[in-house]
């Protein structure tokens, strides 16, 4: 194995067990992208081994923290099968066939994410050590998952970053993957794996849909960046009085539609809306609209730390507005999943619309994502949704 040398110092990171080898702390290394090199300390000591993705800013991703550990098949066969035993032991597992089986670094598969929709699979590799080991992980998930299709959505910004070029397309299989049906606490949803966003449906939002269900009876509801209408249609179930969903891209609307059409629900209720959030809100505020329940799930305004603070405007822009819309008495679930957006400064961009909007406001829940997208407790990176639920005092 080549070596990765570290800077004097700079292994105190990978000390605490965190996964990135940053360019500025390596003094040498060399070597083939994706290539597993040896990481040494600057007195020799060997650490475990890593991939290096010589064009990446984040230069080296831990394999293994053992330098005794073997990196081949049957090492990414090992940590695909742990990933799906721990999904096994999930409560969702019942009530769902739609989860995230690999959520890469909290995974120990830096760079990798897999979701499984019914008998679909959807993989994503997003960093030049996974790409290297691509055949060895899609034959894993294959023989694991019992999933023959496997529909590769690596056309994600990331790989520019990592100097790879976007592939998408089946990587195993073959089938019809524009509308992949599956259900979710009992509701149907159809999932377009193959133009959908990100790979398809958002899956990390699975709890809080199912909890905005359980808050939204006699309610009229707005749900903003709807996208194919999970909380929309999580509304509708639970017996929203009136929704109206707000989203700008067609397609999206056009499965949300599908998916309330695959449900036996009252689709009167429901009024679809192609436009802009941010210039909706204001025209249903000139309108005097009101409503009981609002949700806010943009897309990550701030893809990185240098977008935080147009990011910060945005946020503060619609939740002013959307404030403003609230009936006294009436709730505001507001998401981020700008992980450059720590939780505690996305609530003081809410306090701030808060103040802005005028009248009291108190958070009553906060919430995270689904337990299919765990948080390695070493990589606090991973932990990148939150959201507010707020009561405007009646
Ligand atoms: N709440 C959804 C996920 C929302 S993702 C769910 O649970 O499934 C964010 C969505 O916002 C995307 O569908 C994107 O198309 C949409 N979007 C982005 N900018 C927008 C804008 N300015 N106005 C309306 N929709 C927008």
């Not at 996208?227 to 249609?233: N, S, V």
Request: aromatic share 8%; charged share 25%; net charge positive.
């Amino acid at each position: 194995m080549n070596p990765l040398i570290l800077k004097k110092g700079r292994e105190k990171s990978l000390r605490r067990r965190h996964p990135w080898i940053f360019s500025g702390a390596v003094e040498k290394a060399n070597g083939k992208a994706g290539e597993t090199l040896e990481v040494r300390d600057a007195s020799g000591k060997v650490l475990g081994s890593a991939a290096y993705s010589p064009k990446s800013q984040i230069r080296a991703r831990v394999w293994s923290f053992d330098p005794a550990e073997a990196v081949d098949a049957g090492f990414f066969r090992n940590r695909v099968q742990k990933a799906l035993a721990l999904r096994e032991g999930l409560a969702a597992a019942k009530h769902t066939n739609a989860l995230r089986l690999i959520n890469g670094e909290s995974d120990g598969l830096p760079g990798l994410v897999v979701d499984r929709y019914a008998d679909v699979l959807v993989a994503q590799f997003l960093a030049a050590g996974v790409e290297h080991w691509r055949d060895a992980i899609l034959d894993s998930l294959t023989e694991l998952s019992g999933c023959e299709a496997i529909f590769e959505r690596s056309d994600a910004e990331v790989r520019k970053l990592e100097g790879l070029e976007p592939r998408v397309g089946f990587a195993r299989g073959n089938r019809n993957a524009t509308r992949c049906p599956i259900v979710e606490h009992g509701l149907n949803y159809r999932v377009d794996v193959e133009q959908g966003q990100k790979t398809g449906f958002f899956l990390d939002q699975r709890e809080n849909r199912q909890r905005i269900r359980a808050l939204a009876a006699g309610r009229e509801v707005l749900d903003g960046f709807s996208y194919t209408g999970g909380f929309a249609i999580s509304a509708l179930a639970g017996g929203a009085k009136r929704i109206t969903a707000v989203e700008s891209s067609a397609p999206a609307l056009e499965v949300a539609k599908e998916t309330l059409a695959a449900n036996p629900l009252d689709a009167s209720k429901v009024d679809f809306v192609q436009a802009d959030v941010f210039a909706h809100l204001r025209k249903l505020r000139d309108g005097a609209a009101h409503f009981d329940l609002i949700i806010l799930d943009p897309p990550k305004f701030a893809p990185t730390a240098a977008q935080v603070k147009n990011a910060a405007r945005a946020y503060k822009d619609i939740n002013l507005w959307a404030l403003k819309l609230l009936a006294p008495g009436g709730l505001l679930a507001t998401f981020s999943c700008s992980g450059a957006v720590p939780p505690d400064l996305f609530q003081s961009i809410v306090a701030g619309a808060a103040l802005d909007a005028g009248g009291e406001v108190k958070i009553i829940e906060r919430f995270g994502a689904a337990a299919d997208h765990p948080v390695a407790i070493e990589f606090p990176e991973g932990e990148y949704l939150k959201g507010l639920l707020l009561l405007k005092a009646g």
